[in-house]
């Protein structure tokens, strides 16, 4: 089993910026497409960004196209999400997972504890 542990988050004013950063125990990413998604307060957690292991692929929910850029590190085992021109509406938990499901906000191994971004108007 993958434990999963995000980091990287914070307060910080609209306009600014975050880098994420999601690592693994317990084994590799090896194979594994890699997602992040978030969970705003009372809303269910939903997809942000998806990366194929070779980092060939990539995608973005809409809300974040042209803002947020999802990268990997194989050889440290870590993805990240690097988010810019933050808005109050990204204020949520963010999380990361392997093979995301955009459709269903699901991945392949339990969830980490996340990490808080919160971003002030």
């Known amino acids: 089993q993958v434990q999963l542990v995000e980091s990287g988050g914070g307060l910080v004013q609209a306009g600014g910026s975050l880098r994420l950063s999601c690592a693994a125990a317990?084994?590799?990413?090896?194979?594994?497409?890699m997602g992040w998604f978030r969970q705003a307060p009372g809303k269910g957690r939903e997809f942000v960004a998806y990366?194929?292991?070779?980092?060939?692929?990539?995608y973005y929910a809409d809300s974040v196209k042209d803002r947020f850029t999802i990268s990997r590190d194989n050889a440290k085992n870590t993805v990240y999400l690097q988010m810019n021109n933050l808005k109050p509406e990204d204020t949520a938990v963010y999380y990361c997972?392997?093979?995301?499901?955009?459709?269903?906000?699901?991945?392949?191994?339990?969830w980490g504890q996340g990490t808080q971004v919160t971003v002030s108007s």
């Open positions: 317990g084994r590799t990413f090896s194979g594994n497409a």
């Open positions: 990366i194929s292991w070779s980092g060939g692929r990539i």
């Open positions: 997972n392997g093979d995301p499901d955009k459709n269903t906000g699901r991945g392949r191994w339990s």
